[in-house]
């Protein structure tokens, strides 16, 4: 990052390194080249952000908890990506992130912005169906990307993210990630995860898009007793513990980053496999809404530019490029 970092962040680096210790005043000072006073006001501003520090009057300061917070100090030092979160906006309480990043984005935020925020009071879902964000439980999280795809090639941008956390979720957590078309993650037919994209386009070209992702984390079964239209479930639910989210915002920002350079360099045909590998819907018969219609039939696959191929009853294959997918019967 071209920028420096801020003192107060190179103060914790400091702590974090000898976080059995206490690290006196007067050496801390000298070694950031700063006053005592500066450092208890650096000290002042940590603890604020929910840093837990002890002072002794004689040994000095010592740190003694990191926040369960999303917060840049304990995200931007950890980044290895070119551009993704590279901005990274961090909001205690917002209505909803990709409000948030639209808005950065019509004032010329670049590619790659991220909006994190620990709760979300509108937080919402495709057809502005609510989104259910209980405070620092979840990960509520937008990025923009601006790159210059024609409108038509930018939808599957969606898929390229449901990969990027179904990929994070199976290697790192051990899941049985799946991905219900388009915008879905699911662990055995409960979702844990949605996708919402909002694109801004020109005729011929995509401005930008914000794709916000909401992962239930920590969420207990009474954070989320919706009713929703589909069941749904938490990581912690799941592995029966506590999960770190910000160790979980870093991997996936990293794995999101790498596929989607793939996609954009290689085309949707890059994905396509592993996107029908962990597909919860292929080889079965679905119901899928879209507005007043309804297609059932069986899933066989996408298209090489990422719409859904189905075949109905009839026989006819059909391509679906969104829609809302209802119900999923295993064929017999
Ligand atoms: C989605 O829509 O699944 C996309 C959700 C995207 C949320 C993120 S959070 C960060 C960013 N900022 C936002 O404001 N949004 C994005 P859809 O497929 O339409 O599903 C919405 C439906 O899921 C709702 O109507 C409920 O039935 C159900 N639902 C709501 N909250 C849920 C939750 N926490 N877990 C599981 N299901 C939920």
């Known amino acids: 990052m071209a920028e420096q970092a801020p003192t107060h962040w190179h103060l914790l680096g400091i702590l974090k390194e000898n976080q059995r210790n206490y690290c006196s005043g007067p050496a801390l ?5 700063i006053s005592r006073t500066s450092i208890w006001k650096h000290i002042q501003k940590l603890r604020s952000a929910g840093y837990s520090i002890h002072s002794h009057p004689r040994l000095g300061y010592q740190l003694i908890a990191v926040p369960d917070l999303l917060l840049p100090e304990e995200i931007i030092p950890h980044l290895k990506t070119s551009a993704f979160a590279r901005t990274y906006v961090h909001i205690f309480e917002v209505g909803s992130t990709n409000d948030h990043a639209l808005s950065l984005a019509s004032h010329g935020a670049p590619h790659g912005t991220v909006v994190v925020a620990e709760q979300q009071t509108k937080g919402r879902g495709r057809l502005r169906r609510p989104w259910e964000s209980a405070p620092h439980h979840g990960i509520y999280l937008s990025i923009i990307l601006r790159s210059p795809l024609p409108p038509d090639q930018a939808p599957p941008s969606t898929q390229v993210a449901a990969l ?57 079964a009474s954070d989320l007793r919706g ?40 085309g949707f045909e890059a994905i396509r496999c592993e996107l029908e590998e962990a597909s919860a819907i292929l ?11 309804d297609f059932s039939g069986k899933a066989l696959g996408f298209t090489s530019q990422g719409a859904l191929r189905l075949l109905t009853r009839e026989g006819k294959e059909i391509i679906v490029w969104v829609g809302d997918v209802s119900q999923v019967e295993t064929d017999l």
Do not use: C
């Open 29 to 33: 000072a000298s070694q950031l080249s």
């Open 283 to 293: 080889g079965k018969t679905v119901k899928i809404t879209r507005g007043q219609e």
């Open 227 to 266: 009713p929703f239209r589909y069941p749904a479930t938490s990581l912690a639910r799941e592995l029966q513990h506590h999960v770190e989210r910000q160790g979980l915002l870093l991997t996936f920002i990293h794995q999101f980053e790498a596929d989607y350079r793939r996609f954009l360099a290689q």
């Open 164 to 220: 990027a956390l179904a990929k994070v979720l199976r290697r790192d957590y051990e899941l049985p990630a799946t991905i219900k078309w388009p915008n879905d993650i699911l662990i055995e037919n409960r979702k844990v995860a949605g996708i919402l994209t909002e694109i801004q386009s020109d005729q011929d070209l995509v401005r930008f898009m914000v794709i916000g992702i909401g992962i239930n984390v920590n969420h207990t």
